[in-house]
């Protein structure tokens, strides 16, 4: 699964998804506010080992995320978002794909920066 997720106060919103069928979740289970909050690439390669989610609705239920890396997005000095992957399974990420997540998120930062046509 790959999202680009914007968040707010109170939920994150997926801008873009690729393999879940969600809109948008609330903020206290979602992982993408731990990136944001942190300002860096959150990593956890299996969400059964990482007491913060490990009993998460979104890892103990429907889609039953058992991996997840996501990227925050900035726009200027704000980090509004990431651009993440997850997985049913657990997972580990090597160094050229975090690069990968890093690009991502640049390119995202540089679409969502554009003036929006009327």
């Not at 506010?33 to 969400?47: E, F, G, K, N, R």
């Not at 890396?69 to 975090?98: E, K, S």
């Amino acid at each position: 699964m790959a999202l680009i997720s914007l968040v707010d106060r109170e939920r994150q919103w997926f801008k873009s998804t690729y393999g879940l069928d969600a809109s948008e979740t609330s903020r206290e289970t979602s992982f993408c506010s731990h990136a944001v909050a942190s300002q860096d690439v959150l990593v956890v390669p299996d969400t059964f080992q990482d007491p913060r989610f490990a009993d998460n609705p979104l890892v103990t239920g429907a889609p039953r995320i058992r991996f997840y890396a996501g990227c925050p997005i900035f726009v200027g000095a704000n980090c509004i978002g990431t651009v993440c992957v997850l997985d049913n399974r657990p997972r580990q990420i090597d160094t050229d794909t975090v690069g990968l997540l890093h690009d991502l998120a640049a390119l995202a930062a540089i679409e969502l920066s554009k003036p929006q046509a009327h």
